[in-house]
């Protein structure tokens, strides 16, 4: 495609419910990020994939937070458990070859957990 | 610990003025810094970036930005600002192989 896409674009879900985002990157981008972007919080880095190197976890805030990658293209990701706090834009990213490189985001995925 | 500050939550300006976004970073080593631009309802668009070289950057809709190693910033000017730079603009800085931090972002709105 032409940019980085992410699906849905908006998800209401109740609490404690399990919710999984989606991104599809620009073809042939190696790199995918996921950031989350909480009203007056900026972006805050939760995972990162570089081709079939294992994950960057580093920045995923609970284990009711999980992501994959299938086949070096889509990622998942996925909240087990939603709570309150877990709403937000959640965004997607990717880049042609990782890190400083330029990253294309997509227009992320509202997520409101109620 | 890496961290990046912006210090203004919100500047307006008017339109034709001359306009200045700080950013200050605090990291250990050589930073690799960008400054983005989110659109009310659009994704981030990347502006420009320093990783090395001339400190002074050109980016995308005539912004520039100034790497100052002594004063740990990066500043993002437009000489003169059209209503359409209304967005909120984000500094980002990495480091070695860590995905980039971002700062919580100057809203910048224009007026007549």
């Known amino acids: 495609g032409a940019g980085v896409s992410q699906s849905p674009s908006n998800k209401v879900t109740e609490k404690g419910k399990d919710v999984e985002l989606r991104c599809d990157p620009i073809s042939g981008h190696t790199a995918l990020y996921w950031y989350r972007q909480s009203l007056g919080q900026g972006l805050e880095f939760l995972i990162y994939f570089q081709g079939n190197s294992a994950p960057d976890k580093s920045g995923l805030p609970s284990d009711r937070f999980s992501a994959e990658r299938t086949g070096g293209s889509v990622s998942t990701l996925t909240i087990q458990r939603t709570q309150q706090e877990d709403s937000a834009v959640y965004l997607c990213?990717?880049?042609?070859?990782?890190?400083?490189?330029?990253?294309?985001f997509g227009q992320g995925t509202r997520l409101t957990v109620v | 610990a890496q961290s990046v500050t912006q210090p203004d939550i919100h500047i307006t300006v008017s339109e034709g003025a001359s306009l200045e976004l700080r950013c200050n970073y605090s990291?250990?080593?050589?930073?690799?810094l960008f400054w983005y631009v989110q659109s009310p309802g659009q994704g981030l668009q990347l502006l420009l970036k320093y990783f090395s070289g001339d400190t002074l950057v050109q980016g995308i809709k005539g912004f520039e930005a100034e790497f100052k190693r002594s004063q740990s910033s990066f500043n993002l000017r437009k000489p003169s600002v059209h209503w359409s730079d209304a967005a909120e603009y984000f500094c980002a800085v990495g480091e070695g192989n860590t995905p980039l931090v971002f700062g919580k972002g100057t809203r910048l709105s224009v007026i007549a």
């Open positions: 990291y250990g080593a050589t930073p690799y």
């Open positions: 990213a990717s880049s042609l070859r990782g890190l400083f490189t330029e990253a294309f």
